[in-house]
């Protein structure tokens, strides 16, 4: 079973038709999960919906998502992410709106628990610190966890001989993850849409069941037409330029 794991597409179609396609060109996929945040920020929030449903998601929700159907305040969201908000609010079909309400903060699926932010605080928390990743893997039921909303590659290994009990690392472009029986992990993908590692292309993982493996991935996409199209529906300047820079 091969399944690609996406997070943090944030409308930025064309970054995901790039991941879909690069996920598809290796074999056929038997499922696709989502980290939520797929929308906001991004110039076409309707049609990553559309294309993700199209796709079979299952998906759990952001808190981008969230503030585009005004169940999130966006009072702590800096201004341009505020702005990209209401844009988004008032361009979502109504279908898409319940697509977006009707999805759960924390999902499981077979050994995997799929989560935004952390399981303390699904929409919010970003698994950044050693304090976030134990109190994420306190409440991890399953042996393997999937997050987002950092929009940065990672992976939590958690093991005693660590002094913190877990530990972080970087995930970079082909890294391969094992999965062992015993071993507990969470795996960021990093983001599709909006990249903040330094490294611009779209980050995705494929989850391989025969082989016991999450492979990351990075993969180049033409950045400048979805600057166009930011440009054109007159979003924050700045939103457009970082995805250039990928940070
Ligand atoms: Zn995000």
New binding site residues.
């Given amino acids: 079973m091969r399944i690609a794991i996406v997070s943090?597409v944030?409308a930025n179609l064309e970054a995901l038709e790039a991941v879909l396609h690069h996920a598809e060109a290796a074999g056929a996929l038997d499922g696709l999960w989502c980290l939520g945040?797929m929308v906001?920020y991004g110039p076409q929030p309707n049609e990553v919906l559309e294309r993700l449903q199209e796709a079979g998601v299952r998906a759990v929700v952001?808190n981008?998502d969230l503030a585009a159907i005004g169940l999130l305040s966006t009072d702590d969201f800096n201004p341009a992410a505020a702005a990209a908000a209401h844009w988004t609010a008032r361009q979502l079909q109504e279908g898409q709106r319940h697509y977006l309400a009707s999805l759960p903060q924390v999902r499981r699926e077979g050994d995997f628990t799929l989560v935004h932010g952390t399981l303390r605080w699904p929409v919010w928390e970003y698994l950044y610190s050693y304090g976030a990743a134990q109190a994420h893997l306190r409440l991890q039921e399953t042996p393997f966890g999937l997050v987002?909303?950092t929009?940065v590659p990672m992976l939590v290994v958690e093991d005693a001989s660590f002094p913190h009990g877990c530990e972080l690392f970087y995930l970079r472009d082909g890294a391969v993850v094992e999965l062992k029986p015993g071993r507990r992990l969470v795996i960021n993908p990093g983001?599709v849409g909006?990249p903040r590692d330094g490294d611009p292309r779209a980050s995705y993982a494929i989850y391989d069941s025969d082989a016991g493996t999450v492979v990351l991935h990075r993969v180049e996409y033409n950045i400048a037409v979805t600057q166009r199209l930011m440009e054109a529906a007159g979003l924050p300047r700045w939103l457009s330029e970082r995805l250039a820079v990928g940070r």
Avoid: E, I, L, Y
Wanted: proline fraction near 0%; hydrophobic fraction near 0%.
């Fill in positions: 943090d944030h945040d906001g952001g981008h987002g909303h929009h983001s909006q």
